[in-house]
């Protein structure tokens, strides 16, 4: 079973970055498609950006374009996403997944196979 462990998360104020780390130790993620969600309070978990295996394809979620990059490093077996111009209503917990079926980046959460714990994101107004 893979353990997917993201890191990162924490309080910031509006307008400020956070960058979030997805690892899996003890796994290889190279080729996994792989994505990020999230989930605010009393809210359901939503799509917020994907990378295809090869880290050469990518979608986002229109309420990130723009502000959010996801990026992977195989050599260091890690999968990131940069969040730039935050908003309270990018408070949430932020959940990283692997896809071990799709080569494409996919918005869906029931393809994705494993799921991280989420981290905590924050952000003051």
């Known amino acids: 079973q893979v353990q997917l462990v993201e890191s990162g998360g924490g309080l910031v104020q509006a307008g400020g970055s956070l960058r979030l780390s997805c690892t899996a130790p003890?796994?290889?993620?190279?080729?996994?498609?792989m994505g990020w969600f999230r989930q605010a309070p009393g809210k359901e978990r939503t799509f917020i950006a994907a990378?295809?295996?090869?880290?050469?394809?990518?979608i986002y979620a229109d309420s990130v374009k723009g502000r959010f990059t996801v990026s992977r490093d195989s050599a260091k077996n890690i999968m990131y996403i940069q969040m730039n111009s935050l908003t309270p209503e990018d408070t949430a917990v932020y959940y990283c997944?692997?896809?071990?079926?799709?080569?494409?980046?996919?918005?869906?959460?029931?393809?994705?196979?494993?799921w991280g714990q989420g981290t905590q994101v924050t952000v003051s107004s």
């Open positions: 997944a692997a896809d071990r079926t799709h080569v494409m980046p996919n918005s869906d959460p029931t393809r994705y196979d494993y």
């Open positions: 003890g796994w290889t993620l190279s080729s996994y498609a």
């Open positions: 990378i295809n295996w090869r880290g050469s394809n990518t």
